[in-house]
């Protein structure tokens, strides 16, 4: 059920090939193989435990493959630490709230820049916050205070801090307003109109795959499906097939959020 996807000819930025990748004697992925085309939004899909957040983990190297090479505009990266792979330009955004609660706004962004020096970091802190306007009327407030979705748009603009060539989200909608939800994959949009390269996991999947390039299905932690977004969109068979019965427009309970 897989088919090749590559129009024009663009260039992969992301590539797995048969990579295996779990916990102790866990397998999540299993020989996993795909491409990701450079400056495209490509949408991981399927049931719980399919391996969807494991992917992204193990690009980052938050988890060593057990075997198989991962490559990066063609450079083996495999097992790479995440420190060395933010100064390669990969920025990670994983599910849930990853902020330092007691330091402001500000100070939080300060740190998201840490890898760029303090100078460089203060100099682009201005850019990110023009993208988040409340983000940007609560600069002093410390960030425990801010609501869940200004929590989420400030993750999301200290990842940007770094000018990333590669962005990876994890679940970006999870207590976000549906506004606030469309304007976070509408920047997502603009930012791969741009040239970088998202790769996402995302529970509202209806929604996301209107902003998305390429959908890639897992079942079992491998590839049984790499399509146009729209051709999923528009296929009655993809919520039967690879969303476990899910209504595709709605977002999954908070009991079926916490995805492997």
Aim: hydrophobic share 40%; with cysteine.
């Amino acid at each position: 059920m897989t088919e090749p996807l590559n129009p024009n000819n663009a260039p992969y930025c992301i590539e797995f090939h048969d990579v295996v990748a779990g916990y102790k004697d866990f397998m999540i992925l299993n020989n996993l193989s795909f491409s990701v085309r450079a400056g495209s939004i490509t949408l991981l899909i399927g049931p719980n435990g399919a391996g969807k957040s494991t992917v992204l983990k193990t690009l980052f190297g938050l988890l060593k493959p057990r075997q198989g090479c991962i490559r990066l505009d063609g450079r083996d990266i495999t097992g790479t630490a995440p420190s060395a792979l933010l100064a390669q330009g990969i920025a990670f955004v994983p599910q849930g709230r990853n902020l330092f609660g007691k330091l402001s706004v500000y100070e939080n962004l300060e740190l998201g820049g840490i890898t760029l020096g303090m100078k460089t970091a203060r100099e682009r802190i201005p850019e990110v916050l023009e993208l988040f306007p409340r983000v940007k009327e609560r600069l002093h407030s410390r960030a425990a205070s801010l609501s869940g979705g200004e929590q989420k748009q400030l993750e999301v603009g200290r990842a940007l801090l770094l000018r990333p060539r590669v962005m990876l989200i994890d679940e970006p909608s999870i207590g976000l307003s549906p506004i606030v939800v469309q304007d976070v994959f509408k920047l997502l949009r603009k930012l791969a109109d741009q040239g970088t390269t998202v790769l996402m996991v995302e529970q509202n999947v209806k929604s996301a795959l209107r902003y998305a390039d390429d959908a890639i299905a897992l079942e079992s932690g491998r590839l049984v499906l790499h399509k146009p977004a729209e051709a999923v969109l528009a296929d009655p068979n993809m919520e039967r097939l690879f969303l476990g019965g899910a209504h595709l427009g709605e977002p999954a309970q908070p009991s079926d959020t916490a995805f492997i």
